[in-house]
């Protein structure tokens, strides 16, 4: 059975062994977890960015990087390639667990392959049976400040693992490292408007996605806008299903950002319409710019959505 947090701890150790070159700073608790820094107090960089993202996914892809053009300026875009989606994505990449925590007034949200050590596990598990059994948990959490002792206690208890045994990265929005890794859920987004529309995700065979990375900015809110930018109007998903042309057809026009009445503005105002509550913001606005569903039933692909230049301009580069 493939273990996510088997093939991640295949990474950890280059990150530890290379911290210095990569811009990260390593840290081992009094619990004997061990945090690793990629953006916080640490400036990371974009080898570790990868690292990262490859850390979210289980180690089960591939990440590069690539141009992408914004108004006439050359930025960076980010390609993740999806070798098992549903172990990857729906038990790894998605930031489904609310951790809470006593005297916090916003829980943490982790990301990574410990998820699928969780007991109990998150909702999105409802969508697969697939569960991880290691000794060892690797988590991820976007964060603008460091984690407690406290919360690696009760991550490791979660894992059922030894607290020496629990690997922590963490990121804030407005770090190189953050706007990656966020570009690259392009298909874990996919995949959860898909199934919220109705596929079952056992059909996924592999899937791959493009995603623009913004310009950063020294400020998380606006950081958050654009990385979200990022995924609903400038990043494409191409994902291969074993399906009926029937059932692509109908739903590729649904999981697309521009599906959405709120749609067609930075993220930033849409957030801060919906009072800075995210729970707000419509399910369906957390979709990709561009998908198309490759049926390898039929040879078929189907497609809907396009990148949005226009509020990609005004987003990352307000006049």
Not at 74 to 93: G, K
């Amino acid at each position: 059975m493939i273990s996510v947090n088997r093939e991640a701890m295949k990474l950890v150790p280059q990150i530890i062994d290379d911290a210095d070159a990569l811009g990260v700073a390593v840290e081992q608790l009094p619990n004997g977890a061990t945090v690793i820094d990629m953006g916080l107090e640490a400036k990371g960089g974009w080898r570790a960015a990868r690292l990262y993202t490859l850390i979210s996914i289980g180690g089960l892809g591939e990440v590069s990087y690539e141009p992408f053009e914004v108004a006439g300026r050359m930025l960076t875009a980010v390609r993740v390639m999806i070798d098992h989606p549903i172990e990857a994505c729906v038990a790894s990449q998605i930031a489904g667990w609310r951790l809470e925590a006593p005297g916090k007034e916003h829980a943490a949200i982790l990301a990574g392959p410990g998820r699928a050590l969780n007991n109990p596990p998150d909702h999105y598990f409802d969508w697969t049976d697939y569960r991880d059994q290691h000794h060892e948990s690797v988590v991820a959490i976007q964060a603008s400040e460091p984690i407690s002792l406290e919360m690696t206690d009760m991550i490791a208890a979660s894992c059922r693992v030894a607290a020496s045994d629990l690997y922590v990265l963490i990121a804030p929005n407005r770090s190189l490292v953050c706007a990656v890794q966020v570009a690259a859920r392009i298909v874990e987004q996919t995949l959860h408007r898909l199934a919220e529309e109705g596929m079952d995700l056992r059909c996924l065979r592999h899937a791959y996605g493009f995603g623009v990375i913004p310009p950063l900015v020294d400020d998380d809110l606006l950081s958050m806008g654009r990385i979200n930018d990022s995924l609903l109007y400038g990043g494409i998903a191409n994902i291969a299903v074993e399906s009926t042309d029937e059932l692509c057809a109908e739903i590729a026009p649904k999981v697309i950002a521009s599906a959405c009445d709120a749609y067609g503005r930075p993220f930033i105002e849409i957030y801060e319409d919906a009072g800075r509550d995210f729970y707000e913001i419509p399910i369906e606005l957390h979709s990709p710019a561009e998908v198309h569903l490759n049926n390898l039933t039929t040879g078929q692909t189907f497609s809907a959505g396009s990148i949005n230049h226009d509020v990609l301009e005004t987003s990352f580069f307000p006049r």
